[in-house]
């Protein structure tokens, strides 16, 4: 059984750019959702993806964007990058929709400059 | 909106000793879980509480859920240096989203 996993481990782009992370879920799971944690702060809500559809959504601008594909991978875009986008984006996996325990991946550390 | 609070922040502790850190939400909570975040690492899933007044214990953690479903906290005997990390709680209440605690970040002196 493969775990989360998530590319790129670490990203730079400047203010204005475009950036697209990717992750797949863990074997099983057909629920993806994303988070964002800023340093020395516990991860915040982007939204979750069930079936290939969004789900639900936290308090993000609507250029946080998101995709599921047939095979429940997914991807998290965000344009127009600001400083305060610079952050560990987290990407988790579930048994089905809702709130149900997460299996995380290892993260992508985005750096805007 | 949900919000979800954890105190303390930081907890130094000497190994060997007990801690409870603790979590209260604005909400009444359909269930709340609680996960581990070694430093450089990312969120692992420890236990998840559904039941008013729940209690479960795995080796030296204990996790309670209040009566009201508002509150819960984690103790944590004997500590030794394996059990450095942060620590978040996160509420659930009947919809898709999780709303994490800032976390208590525990350091270990041996």
């Known amino acids: 059984e493969t775990g989360v996993t998530q590319s790129p481990t670490h990203l730079i782009k400047t203010r204005g750019q475009q950036v697209t992370l990717r992750c797949s879920s863990q074997?099983?799971?057909?629920?993806v959702s994303w988070y964002q944690q800023a340093l020395g702060q516990g991860p915040q809500f982007i939204f979750q993806y069930y079936r290939e559809e969004e789900n639900g959504r936290g308090n993000f601008p609507p250029r946080f964007s998101g995709l599921q594909f047939p095979n429940y991978s997914s991807e998290l875009n965000v344009n127009a990058l600001e400083l305060d986008d610079s952050a560990l984006y987290l990407c988790a996996s579930s048994f089905t929709s809702g709130g149900n325990e997460q299996y995380f991946g290892p993260g992508t550390r985005l750096t805007v400059t | 909106g949900q919000q979800v609070m954890q105190i303390p922040q930081y907890q130094h502790v000497q190994e060997g000793e007990d801690f409870t850190t603790y979590c209260n939400s604005s909400?009444?909570?359909?269930?709340i879980q609680w996960y581990k975040q070694r430093p450089g690492g990312h969120p692992v899933f420890l236990i998840q509480l559904v039941k008013s007044g729940e209690v479960k214990k795995q080796k030296r953690l204990t996790f309670q859920f209040g009566e009201a479903k508002k509150n819960s906290s984690l103790h944590i005997t004997a500590t030794q240096t394996t059990d450095v990390g942060t620590y978040f709680c996160a509420g659930n209440s009947n919809d898709y989203k999780l709303s994490f605690g800032a976390g208590t970040t525990v350091t270990v002196r041996a």
């Open positions: 909400t009444t909570l359909s269930n």
């Open positions: 074997s099983g799971h057909n629920t």
